[in-house]
C-alpha cells in the first residue's frame, strides 16, 4: 500500500486567524474583526501578519515541502461593503500569494468563506438570517471564480457551516437567545447551504477542469452505552453534527427522519419548492472534512458544565469525557481511530472521494533556552492520524490528501496566542508582537522528512 502519486501532502490557515491587515489597503471589516473578544486576548488587527509576511511564510512551505496549501480569500478584503464595488488591492493581494505559491509548486486549495462576512452586510439585512444574503454570496464567488479560475482548480465553500450557524461571534447576526439552539440557527444554515449551491454551479460554470467541495466539521460519535437510548441518540446526534448539512451539498435534501424530529421541535427551516429545486441544482466533486477528535452521546439530560452550543441540543447529550493530560485545549481525547470510522462512514454514505481539510493539536509550548520548540505531543498525534490515512487508502477509499491545521500559528477562535495549532511558531502573545518571528518547530522537520521519505 502506498500514497497516490498526486498525493496532497498539505497545511491549512484561514484569512482572518494569519493575515491581519484588518483595514489596510481598503479592506472593510468583517464579523470576526467586530466580534466581542476576552479581555487580554488578541484581535485581528494584526495575527500573524501573513500579510506582511506572505514571502517569507511560502519560502518556509518550499522548505517543509508540501505541495499544497489550503488558504481562504476574506470576502470583505474583495467587497468591502459585502457587495458592490470591488477592491482591486484586495484581489491584487492574493494574485501575488496564488502566483508565489505555483511558483513554488504549490497547489493552492482556495476556501472561498472561513467563518468572515462583511459587517456591511449585517448592517444591510442581518446577515445569514436574510436571504438577500444568498445572492451576494453567489456573486462574490463569481467574481472569485472569474478572477482566480485560471489558477486555482480546486475549491472549499463555506468552512464548517454548522460552527457558523452557532456562533454570533463569527455568523454577526443579530437574534434572541444564541446560547440556544433555536430555528434561527437553522434559518442560517439553510441559507448558507441555498448559496453554497449556487457556488457548485457556478464553478462548475466558469472554472475549467475545476473540482468543489463542501467542508464539514465531522463529528464521529460513539453511543455513552449499548443501552437502546443512548444508541438511538447518538446515531441522531451524528444525523444532525455531520450530516445535515452534507445531505443537502451531496444529496439535495435534509435527513428525512432527522428533519421530521426538528419539525415536531419547531427547529426545521421551511423548506420551499423554489428551495427545493436550488437543492437539486448542482452537487460537489468530493468532501472536504475536518476531523480532530471523536465524541460520545447519549439520551438527553440536563448538565451542568461547559458544552459547545453546537452540543446543545434536545434531543441528546454529549459527554465531553476526560482531558487530555498534555493538552488542556481539547475536552475530548485523541482518536486517530475515529478518522479512520469518519472515512468509512462519508464513503459508505457519499461514494465521493474525500479530502482531510484540517487535523491537527494544539499546545501552549515556547521556545527553550536554544530557541527550540519540541513540540513531541504534536509528532505523535500527526503521527498516529497519517497512520490512519494509510489504513482509510489501504481500505481502498478514496483519500485526496490530508492537511495539518495549521501551518502556522495562528489567532485561535476563543483564545487568541497561547493556543497553538503551528507547525511555525510566531513569536508573539496576545499582548506583545515582539518581532512576529517565525521559526519551526520539532513537528515542522518531522512533517518535512514524512513527506519525502514517507516513513512515519
Not at 10 to 18: E, L, V
Not at 316 to 321: D, P
Not at 405 to 433: A, C, H, M, P
Request: net charge negative; glycine share 6%; aromatic share 14%.
Amino acid at each position: 500500500m502506498s500514497f497516490n502519486k498526486n498525493f496532497y501532502w498539505g497545511a491549512s490557515t484561514s484569512a482572518f486567524q494569519i493575515e491581519g491587515g484588518k483595514q489596510l489597503d481598503g479592506k472593510g471589516l468583517s464579523t470576526v474583526d467586530t466580534r466581542k473578544v476576552k479581555s487580554g486576548i488578541a484581535d485581528t488587527s494584526i495575527t500573524s501578519d501573513f500579510y506582511h509576511h506572505w514571502r517569507e511564510d511560502i519560502s518556509l512551505m518550499k522548505e517543509l515541502g508540501i505541495n499544497s496549501f489550503r488558504m481562504s480569500i476574506s470576502w470583505s478584503r474583495i467587497l468591502p461593503e459585502g457587495n458592490g464595488n470591488i477592491n482591486l488591492t484586495g484581489l491584487k493581494f492574493y494574485d501575488q500569494v496564488i502566483d508565489c505559491l505555483l511558483e513554488n509548486n504549490i497547489e493552492p486549495i482556495v476556501t472561498i468563506n472561513h467563518f468572515d462576512m462583511p459587517v456591511a452586510l449585517i448592517k444591510q439585512y442581518n446577515g445569514w438570517i436574510s436571504r438577500k444574503s444568498i445572492g451576494d454570496f453567489a456573486n462574490y464567488a463569481q467574481i472569485l471564480f472569474k478572477h482566480f479560475g485560471d489558477r486555482v482548480k480546486t475549491w472549499l465553500t463555506i468552512n464548517e457551516p454548522l460552527m457558523l450557524m452557532y456562533n454570533p461571534g463569527y455568523n454577526g447576526s443579530h437574534y434572541n437567545n444564541p446560547d440556544d439552539t433555536t430555528q434561527t440557527n437553522f434559518i442560517i444554515l439553510h441559507h448558507i447551504l441555498l448559496a453554497e449551491k449556487y457556488a457548485f454551479k457556478l464553478c462548475h460554470q466558469i472554472v475549467k477542469f475545476s473540482k468543489i467541495a463542501p467542508v464539514s466539521a465531522f463529528q464521529n460519535v460513539y453511543p455513552l452505552s449499548t443501552n437502546y437510548e443512548d444508541i438511538s441518540a447518538s446515531m441522531t446526534a451524528e444525523s444532525i453534527l455531520s450530516y445535515w448539512a452534507l445531505d443537502v451539498a451531496i444529496k439535495g435534501h435534509y435527513p428525512i427522519e432527522t428533519f421530521e424530529m426538528l419539525k415536531k421541535l419547531n427547529l426545521a427551516p421551511i423548506v420551499s419548492h423554489a428551495d427545493e429545486n436550488i437543492f437539486c441544482m448542482d452537487y460537489p466533486d468530493f468532501i472536504a472534512f475536518n476531523y480532530y477528535s471523536s465524541i460520545h452521546a447519549g439520551k438527553h439530560q440536563p448538565q451542568n458544565n461547559f458544552i459547545p452550543p453546537f452540543y446543545k441540543f434536545p434531543l441528546f447529550s454529549v459527554n465531553m469525557g476526560e482531558e487530555r493530560k498534555t493538552d488542556k485545549w481539547s475536552a475530548m481525547e485523541s482518536d486517530a481511530n475515529g478518522l479512520i470510522m469518519s472515512a468509512r462512514k462519508l464513503y459508505n454514505r457519499y461514494h465521493l472521494e474525500l479530502m482531510v481539510t484540517e487535523n491537527g493539536y494544539a499546545d501552549t509550548q515556547t521556545p527553550d533556552e536554544s530557541g527550540q520548540i519540541d513540540d513531541q505531543e504534536r509528532i505523535n498525534y500527526l503521527r498516529d492520524h497519517i497512520n490512519a490515512c494509510k489504513q482509510i487508502v489501504d481500505l481502498d477509499i478514496s483519500l485526496l490528501g490530508y492537511f495539518v491545521w495549521s501551518f502556522i500559528d495562528s489567532l485561535s477562535g476563543r483564545e487568541g496566542f497561547s493556543k497553538r495549532y503551528g507547525l511555525v511558531y510566531v513569536n508573539r502573545t496576545d499582548q506583545d508582537l515582539y518581532d512576529l518571528k517565525r521559526i519551526p518547530k520539532k513537528s515542522f522537520y518531522w512533517y518535512k522528512n514524512f513527506i519525502k521519505t514517507q516513513n512515519v
